[in-house]
Protein backbone atom coordinates (compact mmCIF):
# COMPACT_ATOMS: atom_id res chain seq x y z
CA UNK A 1 0.00 0.00 0.00
CA UNK A 2 2.79 2.20 0.64
CA UNK A 3 3.98 1.74 -2.71
CA UNK A 4 0.67 2.96 -4.66
CA UNK A 5 0.13 6.24 -1.87
CA UNK A 6 4.08 7.50 -3.25
CA UNK A 7 3.19 6.78 -6.51
CA UNK A 8 -0.11 9.22 -6.33
CA UNK A 9 1.67 11.71 -4.36
CA UNK A 10 4.45 11.67 -6.81
CA UNK A 11 2.19 12.27 -9.75
CA UNK A 12 0.45 14.88 -7.33
CA UNK A 13 3.55 16.67 -6.70
CA UNK A 14 4.47 16.64 -10.69
CA UNK A 15 0.91 18.62 -11.42
CA UNK A 16 2.10 20.80 -8.91
CA UNK A 17 6.08 21.43 -10.31
CA UNK A 18 4.13 21.33 -13.96
CA UNK A 19 1.89 24.39 -12.90
CA UNK A 20 3.99 26.36 -11.24
CA UNK A 21 6.72 25.87 -14.10
CA UNK A 22 3.66 27.01 -16.59
CA UNK A 23 2.30 29.90 -14.93
CA UNK A 24 6.19 31.19 -14.53
CA UNK A 25 6.62 31.09 -17.78
CA UNK A 26 3.62 32.97 -18.51
CA UNK A 27 4.12 35.38 -15.73
CA UNK A 28 7.85 35.65 -17.30
CA UNK A 29 5.96 36.30 -20.78
CA UNK A 30 3.72 38.91 -19.34
CA UNK A 31 6.21 40.73 -17.68
CA UNK A 32 8.34 41.26 -20.47
CA UNK A 33 5.14 41.92 -22.83
CA UNK A 34 4.61 44.86 -20.18
CA UNK A 35 7.96 45.94 -20.32
CA UNK A 36 8.13 46.29 -24.11
CA UNK A 37 4.92 48.09 -24.36
CA UNK A 38 5.88 50.29 -21.54
CA UNK A 39 9.10 51.25 -23.16
CA UNK A 40 7.39 52.15 -26.67
CA UNK A 41 5.19 54.33 -24.85
CA UNK A 42 7.82 56.29 -22.89
CA UNK A 43 9.07 56.79 -26.47
CA UNK A 44 6.10 57.80 -27.82
CA UNK A 45 5.31 60.16 -25.09
CA UNK A 46 9.32 61.61 -25.36
CA UNK A 47 10.12 60.75 -21.50
CA UNK A 48 13.46 58.78 -22.49
CA UNK A 49 15.76 61.77 -22.79
CA UNK A 50 17.15 63.85 -19.93
CA UNK A 51 15.53 66.64 -17.96
CA UNK A 52 18.04 68.91 -19.01
CA UNK A 53 18.91 67.81 -22.46
CA UNK A 54 17.88 70.88 -24.03
CA UNK A 55 18.93 73.29 -21.09
CA UNK A 56 22.84 71.46 -21.71
CA UNK A 57 22.91 71.86 -25.31
CA UNK A 58 21.97 75.52 -24.52
CA UNK A 59 25.03 76.04 -22.31
CA UNK A 60 27.60 74.48 -25.01
CA UNK A 61 25.57 76.65 -27.71
CA UNK A 62 26.54 80.22 -25.83
CA UNK A 63 29.86 78.78 -24.71
CA UNK A 64 30.45 77.91 -28.39
CA UNK A 65 29.14 81.84 -29.56
CA UNK A 66 31.13 83.06 -27.24
CA UNK A 67 34.51 81.68 -28.04
CA UNK A 68 33.80 82.60 -31.54
CA UNK A 69 33.20 86.21 -30.48
CA UNK A 70 36.58 86.28 -28.91
CA UNK A 71 38.50 84.56 -32.22
CA UNK A 72 36.71 87.32 -33.89
CA UNK A 73 37.24 90.43 -31.91
CA UNK A 74 40.87 89.46 -31.97
CA UNK A 75 40.86 88.97 -35.54
CA UNK A 76 40.00 92.59 -35.80
CA UNK A 77 42.35 93.89 -33.85
CA UNK A 78 45.26 91.79 -34.15
CA UNK A 79 47.35 94.98 -35.73
CA UNK A 80 46.19 97.29 -33.14
CA UNK A 81 47.98 97.83 -30.00
CA UNK A 82 46.28 96.81 -26.80
CA UNK A 83 46.12 100.07 -24.22
CA UNK A 84 49.11 98.60 -21.76
CA UNK A 85 51.83 99.12 -25.27
CA UNK A 86 50.38 102.18 -25.93
CA UNK A 87 52.99 105.14 -26.36
CA UNK A 88 52.50 107.91 -24.30
CA UNK A 89 53.57 111.84 -25.34
CA UNK A 90 56.94 111.84 -23.82
CA UNK A 91 57.49 108.80 -25.53
CA UNK A 92 56.36 110.04 -29.07
CA UNK A 93 58.36 113.44 -29.32
CA UNK A 94 61.61 111.04 -28.19
CA UNK A 95 61.03 109.03 -31.41
CA UNK A 96 60.21 112.21 -33.72
CA UNK A 97 63.40 113.44 -32.38
CA UNK A 98 65.88 110.59 -33.25
CA UNK A 99 63.99 109.78 -36.48
CA UNK A 100 65.04 113.86 -37.65
CA UNK A 101 68.42 113.42 -36.54
CA UNK A 102 68.76 110.63 -39.04
Keep these: MDSSLTTSNMINSNIVWTAYEFS???GTKLLQGCDYIGEKL??????TRPKYEAEIRE?????EQESLKKK?????F???KSD???V???D???LIKNSSKE
Excluded: N, R, T, V
Design 24 to 26: KQI
Design 42 to 47: AYWFGI
Design 59 to 63: YYWMK
Design 72 to 76: KKLEE
Design 78 to 80: SGW
Design 84 to 86: GDA
Design 88 to 90: DCM
Design 92 to 94: SAK
